[in-house]
């Protein structure tokens, strides 16, 4: 994706970066979900409130983490989606190569990087990342973090896991309201939850593991609500595979 830029950050820089701005009055909250599920899904697109309103329903569940990556193919309708950017459709066709499918849909939703199914099927969403838990197919290295004043220490060690894996760092807004006023939806106020806004590559797996500094308040900065780190390992096609560790950064602004 062009969005995506190299987040690297050394000791020395985290002590300038701290000096520029400031430090970070109160901690943010910092957990480990047990699943990733990413919604695509559209303001234009009529199929798709039930899938939105499934991410809002569990997205304050610590126990998944809900994504939803906002597409711009549909906005010829009528309504120009106003989350979407081209880069989160390039994310959904990338995935379609991952499961060797030739098209890509509205609301899809992808568990764990691993299969794909309806977005408003929740109940079956749930099923899945139950099942891949049960079968070590859920998030299965720790991403290891700990919170020093200011300064966030993150350290992943490697394992049979870890081959190729990208440690990503997405941001997204926690809630936010939309009135629709043209196409499919029009009329509609629609809420959308966890809306993916922007996405960097933090780091790549190495033999010796990964261990990074990140100043918190240099994350806020970036004006989102908060954030989550994603490693995912890469198939050999190059396109985005299973993710196997998480951890969200919630509510940065506070």
């Known amino acids: 994706m ?6 690297s950050v ?10 520029l701005f400031g430090t970070y009055g109160q901690a943010a909250e910092i957990y480990t979900p047990r699943g990733v599920v990413e919604l695509f899904t559209s303001q234009g697109c009529s199929s798709c409130p039930p899938a ?3 991410v809002t329903s569990i997205h304050r569940d610590k126990d998944v983490l809900a994504l939803a990556w906002h597409v711009d193919y549909w906005d010829y309708l009528g309504w120009k989606d106003t989350f979407a950017r081209p880069d989160h459709a390039d994310r959904q066709r990338r995935y379609s190569r991952s499961f060797g499918e030739n098209q890509i849909y509205t609301p899809q939703a992808v568990i764990n990087g691993r299969s794909h ?7 079956e969403i749930k099923a899945l990342l139950t099942s891949y838990s049960n079968q070590e197919k859920g998030l299965m290295v ?10 966030l220490d ?7 896991n870890t081959g190729k894996a990208t440690l990503w760092m997405v941001y997204f807004s ?15 106020k629609l809420t959308y939850s966890n809306i993916v806004r922007d996405i960097e590559l933090v780091g790549m797996m190495e033999p010796e593991g990964l261990k990074m500094m990140l100043p918190i308040s240099e994350i806020s900065h970036k004006g989102y609500d908060s954030c989550a780190l994603i490693l995912q390992r890469t198939t050999k096609l190059g396109t985005p595979g299973p993710i196997v560790g998480a951890v969200v950064i919630r509510d940065l602004k506070n």
């Open 154 to 160: 993150i350290e992943i060690s490697y394992g049979d």
């Open 117 to 123: 199914t309806v977005g408003y099927k929740g109940q």
């Open 52 to 54: 939105d309103e499934f």
């Open 142 to 151: 720790p991403i290891k973090t700990a919170l020093d004043n200011d300064v």
């Open 10 to 19: 050394k000791s020395g820089i985290v002590i300038l970066l701290l000096a």
């Open 2 to 7: 062009n969005s995506m830029k190299m987040f």
């Open 174 to 188: 926690n809630q936010l309201n939309v009135n629709v006023k043209r196409g499919e939806n029009h009329g509609k």
